[in-house]
């Protein structure tokens, strides 16, 4: 309701009654926001069509009417808000419209408002919205002042039909012109001094929005949207309150005041406000114009000719992707079977499947798995914290993926310690983004490095958590390091791992300050240092991450200089960490079961095999320190000595699709009361399906034996399948990396292999390996997260280590073969 001063002082068709009127309610502090612009609009309004109407009769007109347009149009007249006036007019006496719009536009002037003013009849405004893109948008909100109604409905119904009929042709221009004004003006969401209009997420992508909606081809996420674009409009409010200008660039010397206008507590929590806004904007952006874009080529191409297109067959509708997710036309949903109520895993399966395919997380997967989440136990089953590896590995795509489960309020649920950093800002021109936006882009930094380090689950984890102290008082490294402890062992990390997560934490700015600050020819500086990382391990994740942080912070955090430092300090403390390497450990006894599988192996002459589930973690996994027990199952073959065994067997596994978590190859010497005694190659996997059911051992043992007759073409087989059902790879994954351990073992030569996980990889270097003529002794296989991180023990024929040209020529082979 207005208030009855100031509807008597609005009254006064003159400049001065409505000037006045104007400047009591901008001052009323009882009222702001929503009520404020309401009413600001309505007492214009009353004074527009009060000049309207005395002009109209002095000059003698009919058919004409004043529409508001754009901003005005909605009804939000901030402080400072120009208005958007068009004289729409079917009149012949063109002096008379002219003299009217002099007697609208001068008043306006006279007080010094801005004004957007054009002068049309209804013909002339279509033709102009069909030329003008932004003169279209504008009249898709006009609203009726004062005048003819009947001139102002039919030009309303004549644009809004023009819309709907353009809109194949529009909506893309229209999209063109946001991605064009955001990478002028920038991110919303990041940017310390931003523009509450231009910017994206943004006031103008808000309406955007409005346009597709009218367009009734698509329509936004509406959940949040609403309050996203209010608060935007309180802080332009309150902006041009403290200004009295007309900017929309929440410049730093004004947060402050702004923040203390809107009752916050400071200009932070003013920015985080901001922030959040923006980001319901930019996702609801996102997730519309891929909407979009899916009705247009559905409406461009039937899907019958898109399938002749694309080959002559048909396009498969629902590809797997993973258990319980599939993608759809572009876009990674929940398979029909899946029951996210039954499966919390499913949430970050689905975000890993998404990410590694390089496709969204729809909007409807990611809301039903958010209202039937079921917690995940504590310590996290080993799937779920293998599927958070996989999704921080996933290089770029896991940006998009990420903002779809922050969107829906999932990041928090799972890792709690995340709210205290998200959309926080950072008061430092370095960085280019807010605390949570760096942690998932210093993963993405680090998932390019995850050929460098040993562990590289641990390295992606590190990245995600290293700056986690920022939503803490105090020094956010020493706070970080308590969080990051307290994460890893939550979501299923053994002691030690968690240790060496907080150190990374602790540790994450000690070689970059330590190289630009210290004498690094100081020996007290190299074993500061050294004394601080404690092992060669720890020291190869931290320099990666210090890596990975400086590029995520921004192009003035690293630079050769500062790489040419670090990588001296970095071997100057390997160094002093040398003599602290362990020696080589003592192979493992084999078990009862496996002795026993061996011996029937050797009797038979081929191939024997056991699948046994593994067990579920125990409920004090987490307070005991130990590491939970993975998921899967474990297999067993035993198979006598001979040529071909691994990649037979990797094949096989590849065949039935069987993704391999960890693996081991040994031998086993049967004693001479024995049948005489003799070799047997015993292998230990871990394997998991990776969709659908396990096979059944008879059927796997039955494809090995052929395997090993050679009666089964794996690498034909393998090429056939990737041919008919093409894997979508949406990340360019670093290429994969051969080396070879000098000094690892005194008994064979260690290969060690860093690559991304993909099927059929064990495969490729089984039977690289094989034509390269070495026999493996042993080997250690593991996937952490996306990541292979193998060695195998290989020897000559006479079962002695390669000579060192021998070894890098295999090295550099196996590398060749896995990049071709």
């Not at 396009?315 to 599939?326: F, H, S």
């Not at 000559?796 to 073969?817: H, M, N, R, Y």
Request: net charge negative.
């Amino acid at each position: 309701m207005r208030g009855m001063d100031v509807h008597t002082e609005a009254e006064d068709p003159g400049p001065g009654g409505y000037a006045a009127a104007r400047l009591r309610l901008l001052q009323e502090e009882a009222r702001s926001g929503p009520p404020r612009r309401a009413a600001l609009a309505e007492l214009t309004d009353d004074w527009l069509a009060g000049l309207f109407t005395s002009g109209a009769e002095a000059e003698g007109l009919r058919g004409v009417s004043l529409i508001a347009v754009g901003g005005y149009g909605r009804g939000e007249l901030s402080p400072r808000s120009d208005l958007d006036l068009l004289l729409l007019h079917d009149a012949e006496d063109g002096k008379a419209v002219a003299a009217l719009a002099d007697r609208l536009w001068y008043p306006v002037w006279d007080l010094g408002l801005d004004l957007d003013h054009s002068v049309r009849t209804p013909a002339e405004a279509r033709r102009t919205a069909t030329e003008d893109l932004k003169a279209q948008l504008g009249l898709l909100d006009a609203r009726h002042l004062a005048g003819d109604r009947g001139l102002t409905a039919g030009l309303r119904t004549a644009v809004l039909a023009d819309w709907r009929n353009q809109a194949p042709k529009r909506l893309p221009e229209l999209r063109e012109l946001c991605a064009e004004r955001a990478e002028r003006q920038g991110e919303l969401q990041y940017l310390l001094e931003p523009d509450l209009k231009e910017a994206r997420g943004g006031l103008r992508d808000a309406t955007a929005l409005r346009a597709v909606a009218a367009s009734w081809l698509a329509d936004a996420p509406r959940e949040g949207l609403a309050d996203a674009r209010r608060r935007l409009l309180d802080v332009r409010d309150a902006l041009h309150l403290a200004t009295g200008r007309a900017t929309d660039r929440l410049a730093l010397q004004e947060q402050d005041q702004v923040a203390g206008a809107l009752g916050l507590l400071d200009a932070d929590t003013l920015l985080r406000q901001v922030y959040e806004a923006a980001r319901v904007i930019s996702y609801a952006s996102d997730v519309t114009w891929r909407e979009v874009g899916r009705v247009l080529r559905s409406r461009a191409v039937r899907p019958r000719l898109r399938a002749m297109l694309s080959g002559g067959k048909p396009t498969a509708e629902r590809t797997p992707l993973a258990e319980g997710v599939v993608e759809h036309d572009g876009e990674a949903v929940l398979a029909r079977t899946a029951r996210p109520e039954r499966d919390p895993v499913l949430p970050l399966r689905a975000a890993a499947a998404a990410a590694q395919a390089g496709i969204p997380l729809s909007l409807h997967a990611v809301r039903r798995m958010a209202t039937a989440l079921r917690p995940l136990p504590t310590p996290w089953p080993a799937e779920a914290r293998e599927q958070l590896v996989t999704l921080l590995g996933s290089g770029r795509p896991t940006v998009d993926v990420w903002e779809a489960l922050e969107a829906e309020g999932l990041v928090t649920r799972l890792l709690p310690d995340w709210e205290r950093v998200r959309c926080r800002p950072q008061r430092n021109a370095v960085h280019l983004w807010t605390v949570d936006r760096h942690l998932i882009e210093t993963a993405v930094r680090a998932s390019e490095m995850t050929r460098r380090v040993g562990r590289p689950d641990l390295l992606l984890v590190a990245a995600l958590l290293h700056d986690i102290g920022k939503g803490w008082p105090g020094d956010h490294s020493a706070a970080g390091e308590t969080i990051a402890r307290d994460v890893a062992a939550r979501i299923g990390f053994d002691h030690d791992d968690a240790a060496v997560l907080a150190a990374l934490v602790r540790h994450h700015l000690l070689l970059v300050e330590t190289a630009t600050r210290r004498d690094l020819d100081d020996p007290a500086t190299v074993r500061s240092v050294a004394d601080a990382v404690g092992s060669q391990s720890t020291l190869e994740l931290l320099h990666a991450l210090t890596e990975a942080d400086a590029l995520a912070t921004g192009p003035a955090a690293w630079s050769t200089w500062r790489a040419g430092l670090v990588n001296e300090l970095v071997t100057r403390v390997a160094a002093a960490l040398a003599g602290q390497t362990p020696g080589e450990a003592e192979p493992a006894a084999p078990s009862a079961e496996q002795e026993r599988l061996a011996v029937e192996a050797f009797r038979t002459g081929g191939p024997v095999l056991t699948l046994r589930a593994q067990s579920e973690p125990p409920a004090d996994a987490g307070e005991t320190g130990g590491q939970p027990e993975p998921l899967g199952v474990q297999l067993v073959i035993a198979v006598p000595d001979q040529p071909g065994v691994l990649p037979a067997v990797s094949g096989v596994l590849a065949l039935h699709r069987l993704t391999v978590g960890t693996a081991e190859l040994g031998s086993l010497t049967l004693p001479s009361d024995v049948d005489d005694g003799g070799s047997v190659l015993l292998l230990n996997w871990r394997v998991a399906a990776e969709y659908g059911s396990l096979p059944q051992a008879a059927r796997l043992r039955a494809d090995l034996v052929r395997a090993l007759e050679g009666t089964l073409d794996i690498a034909a087989r393998l090429a056939e399948r990737d041919a008919a059902y093409p894997r979508r790879r949406g990340l360019l994954a670093p290429p994969p990396r051969v080396t070879v351990a000098s000094a690892a073992s005194r008994h064979a030569t260690v290969i060690e292999v860093r690559a991304q996980d993909a099927p059929g990889l064990l495969f490729r270097i089984g039977a690289a390996l094989e034509k390269s003529g070495v026999r493996v002794r042993s080997m250690h296989v593991s996937t952490l997260g996306a990541n292979a991180v193998d060695a195998f023990y290989v020897t000559d024929d006479a079962g002695e280590p390669l000579p060192e040209q021998e070894a890098a020529s295999v090295a550099k082979t196996l590398e060749d073969a896995l990049r071709a």
